[in-house]
Every structure is written in C-alpha cells, then in structure tokens.
C-alpha cells in the first residue's frame, strides 16, 4: 500500500475464546502504584 | 471505533477493537477524517479535500476500504457476547503486604501520610504475615502464580519479618502446588549489601523510588532531619540495579506541578545508567499545591511528546532505557479479559495492613468504608467488593466510549475516588495523560518498527 503503512494488524481480537485464563500478573504490582497501564504488561527487553 | 492522531509530523490510526495500528501520510489522514465513526465515508467532506489530486485521494480511500473489509478498520465490537462469561467470580492472587506503617523517609506528597495511613505506626507481625500466605492460598483457587508484594510505609525497616514471610510462602508453595513471585517496594535508605543479596535471591521485581534531579528528589523525598535523601540514596539503588544485571527492577519517581518538567527527570535517571524507569503523576489533594490541574495538562502532554522523540534517539544510538509507560506490547500483551478491569484492585488484588485488615488496594488503606475483612477471617459482605466486580471499562460509561479502553483498562479506582468520589468515575486528568501516554506509545512503535523494516538510517 502507498498510503497507509500498518504498523501492527489486528491482535486483540484473536483467540478471544481463550481469552481469560487468569494466570497473568496483576498490573498495579510493580513499577507502578498509582497509575496502571495494563498494555505493558510484558516487558520487551532489548 | 478508530482513533487517529498526530504527533511529531506522523499521521496515525488506532483500530480500538482490533488493535491494529498503521501510519498514514497527510493524503489519506485527511481522507480518513472524511469517515463517520461507523466507517461510512462521506463525500460531501471528501469535496474540502481539493488541494489533492483526485487519484491519490481514490488510492487512499482505496487502502481505507481494503482494511475495513480485513478487520483492520472500524472493526465492530466483538467482545460484547464474551462478558458474562469473563465476569466469573474472580479469586484472590495477589496481595499488597503492608510490612511497615512507618517510613524513614519524609516525604511531601506522601499518600500514606509518611507511612501512617490515617492510623498509627505499625510494624507487621511475622504472624500475621504468615496468615496473609495462608489467606491467599485459600482464596486463590485453581490459581497457580500469586503474587506478594512488600509495601510499606519502608519495608525495609521490618526486614527480618519479609524473610520469614518468604521461608514460610516457600515452605507452603511445596504442599500446595502454588507458585509465589515477590516483589518489593522500598526507598532504598537501608539496602545493605546482605539486604541487597537477599533481594536479588528472592524477589522477582524491586521498585526503588527516586523522583529524578536532586533538587527535585530532594524538595520532597526528605529524611526525618529534613535533608534531602538523594545522595544517600542513589549510589544504594544504583548498585541495586547493576547486581540485578539491570533486569526486573524498576527506578520509580513521581512527578508533580513543580517539576512539570519531568521528562528531564527520567532523562537524567538514564544519564546515571538506570535502564528500567518508571515517572508517574502524584495523586495528591487539591489543596496540596502538588497534583497536576487541568491547566496543567497541555504542559504535561507536550513533555511526555518530547520526551518519546528523546527516548527513541536514544535507544537508536546506544543509549537504550525502558520507560515504563511507554511501554506497550502490541503482539504479545495481556487478553482483552485482562484488559477490561486493569489492576483488580478490590476483586483479585487486595492489601493487607500490620494488623491483617483487608482493603481494595494499597491506596484504599486506612479508609473505613472500603475495610473488606480480615485474614484471620476473611473476606466481608462489604457491598464495595461488588462495586469493584462489577466494574469494567463496558460498565463504565466515559470508560466505554474511550479509544483508549483496552490500554487503560479504565484508569486507577483510588484516583477516581478522590476525586470524584465514584470508583465508575474515571479521574479526567488522569485520563487526559493516559491517552496521550498511548499515542506516544503507539508512535514509539511506529519509529521503532519503520528502523526495523526500513532501509539502514545514515
Ligand atoms: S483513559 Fe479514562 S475514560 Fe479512557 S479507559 Fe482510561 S479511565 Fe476510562
Ligand atoms: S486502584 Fe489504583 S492504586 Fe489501587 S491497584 Fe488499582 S491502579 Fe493501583
């Protein structure tokens, strides 16, 4: 495409059945205490 | 729904329900704003787009179309029929032990009032501790992972009580097949080289707070005789975080409205080799002169605007940190279920005062009406703990119609009840920083994977 380059497709859509398996961290635990950012919950490490 | 945006010259498009993201050039920005938010494009407005010549406008609405018809664009709510299934009862797997209510340190803007949380000072007992193990346990269900985090006040001042904690959790962890991460969060004034050592054996995260420049950290982060805690404190965290081969911490600081200049802050803990680094904004009264107004916000967002371009050229040229809110997984992060209720404060995530009183989270402390129960009985009928299960970022109105839902997560409980008294009122100025902390997020993304696929920079 010329115009519009997709950095990223669509992600949060797949898998939903599976969707709420409850064994991810919970969010405000570590460098945050007041304001949690869910998105970033994994670390992308150099 | 989509959100499109600008910022440092690029054009971009979130897809919120997808969560495809793309960049645009100006031609089919503008083209795309000629779409009504159900994806219908509308030609009257396409006739203000005269400046561009006609093919290029029908190659851009071209491309809009091929990504409506792949899910890429004003994809439609899928997620709707999944909720009552994702509104399960939820069990208890993580806690906030609140090891010491008292502080070496302090400091001005403290929410625990210098460590006191509206109530005495307290030190937990190994005791207590224990049961707060026990009480998790218990509540986990089939949960496998739980989480433990030591708060304070310091907890540092109470160290010997976290170590029994730990050989006590490690003891059960055998017999019930549970898997403990700990984690802790401390000033650093009292982390000794046997204390550091124990940190690094057991705890799988450590939050070490310095607000940035020294006479920032040092107008607020005073010790008990006044002075500024920064040199005490820095060559401490420092080593801190080479030992731990400068993974699974975090340098943490607060902002506030007299260093709206923050971004200089996370710079300088980088120029000072930190490389994990999180800044946030203080909550704070409204009366206390320190928490960010509405007119603050502009301030605020233009910083965090320059401070993403800073943080890109420098990870391109060698000098790579990670500033946590920044951080955004595009491919890999958490489900939407996980995305739809953000921290679990109050359902899945609770804390634990010195004297075993349960509460939604470490902000909530010492606050009467929220008391959920104790450990050595368990939880309350305390008609909140509904109030926190029943709310997600669906049953929160502002929340719902907000692009940013599913990176939020719909923003921070103790936040919104300061300040609007409502737990289902999101805080607006904290939602302001939010979304634009998302779309430097998204654009960092952008930067970064152009390097990626691009031809080699010169
Ligand atoms: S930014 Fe505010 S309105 Fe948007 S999801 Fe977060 S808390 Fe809700
Ligand atoms: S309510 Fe706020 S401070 Fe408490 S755990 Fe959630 S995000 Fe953190």
Known sequence: MKHIKTINESTLNKDIKKAGCGECQTSCQSACKT???VANQKCERK | MIHSFKIHGTYMVLDVMSGAVHQLDEVAYDVLGCYDENGVLNNDELKNLSRYNESEINEAIEEIEYLKKNHMLFTEDPY????????????????????????????????????EYMGHRSLMSLDVGKKAIDFLI??????????????????????????????????REKETGKNFRFTITTNALLLDEDKRRYINEN??????????????????????????????????????????????????????????????????LADLGFEQISVEPVVANK??????????????CREYEHLAKEYVERRKNGQWFNFFHFMIDLEGGPCVAKRL????????????????ELYPCHQFVGRKEFLLGNIYD?????????????????????????WAKFYCSGGCAANAWQFN????????????????????ALWIKAQESSRLAGPAEN
């Not at chain 2, 928490?291 to 603050?296: S, Y």
């Not at chain 2, 999101?426 to 430097?440: F, G, S």
Request: with cysteine; glycine share 10%.
């Open chain 1, 35 to 37: 304001s949690c950012t």
């Open chain 2, 80 to 115: 709707t029929q999944m909720l009552p299934g994702w509104a399960k009862q939820t069990v208890v797997k993580a806690l906030c032990l609140h090891i010491a209510h008292d502080c070496n340190l302090r400091c001005g803007y403290c929410f625990a009032g210098t460590g």
């Open chain 2, 138 to 171: 218990e509540n986990s269900g089939n949960r496998r992972n739980l989480e433990v985090d030591f708060f304070g006040g310091e907890p540092l001042m109470n160290f010997e009580v976290v170590k029994g904690i730990v050989d006590y959790a490690r003891t």
């Open chain 2, 203 to 268: 705890m799988h995260n450590v939050v070490l707070s310095l607000d940035g420049r020294k006479e920032v950290n040092d107008a607020l982060r005073k010790r008990i005789d006044g002075t500024g805690s920064y040199d005490r404190v820095l060559p401490l965290a420092r080593k801190m975080a080479e030992e731990r081969g400068q993974q699974q911490y975090y340098v943490r600081g607060t902002f506030t409205r007299k260093n709206l200049d923050f971004g200089t802050d996370v710079l300088h």
């Open chain 2, 287 to 300: 009366d206390s002169g320190l928490d960010i107004r509405a007119e603050d916000v502009e301030t605020v």
């Open chain 2, 341 to 356: 209720r953000g921290c679990g404060s109050g359902t899945e995530y609770l804390a634990v005062t010195p004297e075993g």
């Open chain 2, 378 to 402: 368990g939880l309350n009928q305390n008609p909140v703990r509904d109030t926190f299960r029943n709310t997600n970022v669906y049953t929160k109105p502002r929340c719902n119609s907000c």
């Open chain 2, 421 to 440: 008294s409502d737990i289902r009122i999101p805080y607006e100025i904290e939602c302001e920083l939010e979304k634009k902390r998302v779309e430097c």
